[in-house]
């Protein structure tokens, strides 16, 4: 356990890397978010902020942890992580440490989003904010995992990888209410919504951060995130084990 982590470590350094040299990535990833912002907060009513922001938030880290795997992907291709594989390092640390690097940048993200936003009148709740993050931390380990479990399974045919992920990508969003609300909608809608985990982590956001701590929402959001994160990681740390 104690080669483990400090695997993990090394690989959470070295994946991190590249990040801190070049910040703007983060800033760049921002701008379909923004854009959002920009477009759907005036057809909102009035403080819809307060309801739209942590929707972004969560959306942001989608998209950036869904695609975290074209990383992989390429290193696959140039050879880097068939060298990677032959090192001291334990395989599930290559998947675990790549996982957690994704808070990293959902952290900076979301920061910059609330600094966007707070001129405008979006008020938020600082611990329940906090505990939101905790939660949206989870959630993008396991997507993390799962884009890196999809980039191993794809690794001869890139075609696969963005077909799967961008197929994938906008029904969850849209189910889970980022954009739109969804209570009116059809019944088969609100059956598929309920069965899309992001929809109780978006609950739970939006709970947290207007301070509603102790609610239901942030209980299921809390299960949700914990859950994907446990599942996809155990899918991940298999797939890793099983790449040649």
Request: glycine share 8%.
């Amino acid at each position: 356990m104690t080669t483990l982590v400090a695997d993990t470590r090394t690989v959470f350094s070295r994946e991190l890397r590249p990040v801190l040299r070049d910040p703007f990535t983060i800033i760049f990833s921002m701008v379909q978010p923004l854009v959002f912002l920009a477009l759907f907060t005036p057809l909102l009513p009035d403080d819809s902020l307060q309801w739209f922001v942590p929707g972004i938030i969560v959306m942001s880290c989608l998209f950036a942890s869904s695609m975290t795997g074209s990383n992989l992907l390429f290193e696959i291709q140039t050879g880097s992580h068939e060298r990677m594989l032959v090192t001291p390092l334990r395989r599930p640390a290559l998947l675990i440490g790549r996982a957690l690097k994704e808070i990293v940048p959902m952290f900076a993200q979301a920061a910059l989003i609330v600094a966007v936003c707070a001129p405008f009148g979006f008020r938020f709740n600082l611990v329940g904010a906090l505990l939101g993050l905790v939660i949206l931390a989870a959630f993008c380990i396991g997507l993390g995992a799962l884009s890196y479990t999809l980039a191993l399974a794809s690794k001869n045919q890139e075609w696969l990888f963005w077909t799967v992920q961008q197929t994938l990508i906008f029904p969850l969003l849209l189910l889970a209410g980022v954009l739109l609300p969804i209570d009116n909608g059809p019944g088969w809608l609100q059956a598929l919504a309920r069965g899309n985990p992001l929809s109780y982590v978006v609950d739970a956001e939006r709970a947290l951060f207007a301070g509603d701590i102790l609610s239901s929402a942030t209980f299921g959001g809390l299960v949700a995130g914990a859950a994907t994160a446990a599942v996809e990681l155990w899918a991940g740390v298999r797939a890793m084990r099983n790449s040649d």
